[in-house]
T-cell receptor, first 115, second 113 residues
Framework: DTAVSQTPKYLVTQMGNDKSIKCEQN?????MYWYKQDSKKFLKIMFS???????INETVPNRFSPKSPDKAHLNLHINSLELGDSAVYFC??????????????FGPGTRLTVL | AQSVTQLGSHVSVSEGALVLLRCNYS??????LFWYVQYPNQGLQLLLK??????LVKGINGFEAEFKKSETSFHLTKPSAHMSDAAEYFC???????????FGQGTRLTINP
């Protein structure tokens, strides 16, 4: 009965590889997000989707491409991985689209390590 | 643009002592303010939020926070710390129409037995 799930939980890969992280929410929410948490725990939004449409793209390199096949899923594909991409990536969801005070529900995170 | 500053990257208190985690915000329009908690190796969980109703907000696990516009603050308190409160705490701000949260840098709370 997990609300927001992510796979994989850990991802270790070499520089230059391409990888994907999957996210699914079973809360019936219409908005989903990707956040990056760096080694100092700083959390920054990368993307948000509302009803499968891209709403926010926070100056993220175009090596990162989100894809939302439906409202319940938001996947993150990363091309040509770099050392600086090592971080924990969190998926989140909320209901209400542009309503900014609704709670966001976070997944458990995917720890990406680029060697 | 909105921003949040959390004073103190690490706070340590004894079990049973008062917990006070500080958060100051910057926003040119009325803000929505949030406190999230992150337990080790887990995602974030909402503790409480302020959305322009009562200025004193009560959350889960005995935490509360008070919105003080004059001080642009939203400090988080708990009267008596418990060992299970050890975690990373994040203050965040949003505004109407912003569609995103801006997080502070986090405060790691350690509880000493």
């Amino acid at each position: 009965d997990t609300a927001v799930s992510q796979t994989p939980k850990y991802l270790v890969t070499q520089m230059g590889n391409d990888k994907s992280i999957k996210c699914e929410q079973n809360l019936g929410h219409d908005t989903m997000y990707w956040y990056k948490q760096d080694s100092k725990k700083f959390l920054k939004i990368m993307f948000s989707y509302n009803n499968k449409e891209l709403i926010i793209n926070e100056t993220v390199p175009n090596r990162f491409s989100p894809k939302s096949p439906d409202k319940a899923h938001l996947n993150l594909h990363i091309n040509s991985l770099e050392l600086g991409d090592s971080a924990v990536y969190f998926c989140a969801s909320s209901q209400g689209g542009i309503v900014s005070y609704n709670e966001q529900f976070f997944g458990p995170g995917t720890r990406l390590t680029v060697l | 643009a909105q921003s949040v500053t959390q004073l103190g990257s690490h706070v340590s208190v004894s079990e049973g002592a008062l917990v006070l985690l500080r958060c100051n915000y910057s926003s040119s329009v009325p803000p929505y303010l949030f406190w999230y908690v992150q337990y080790p190796n887990q995602g974030l969980q909402l503790l409480l939020k302020y959305t322009s109703a009562a200025t004193l907000v009560k959350g889960i696990n005995g935490f509360e926070a008070e919105f003080k516009k004059s001080e642009t603050s939203f400090h988080l308190t708990k009267p008596s710390a418990h060992m299970s409160d050890a975690a990373e705490y994040f203050c965040a701000v949003s505004v109407k129409g912003a569609q995103k949260l801006v997080f502070g840098q986090g405060t790691r709370l350690t509880i000493n037995p």
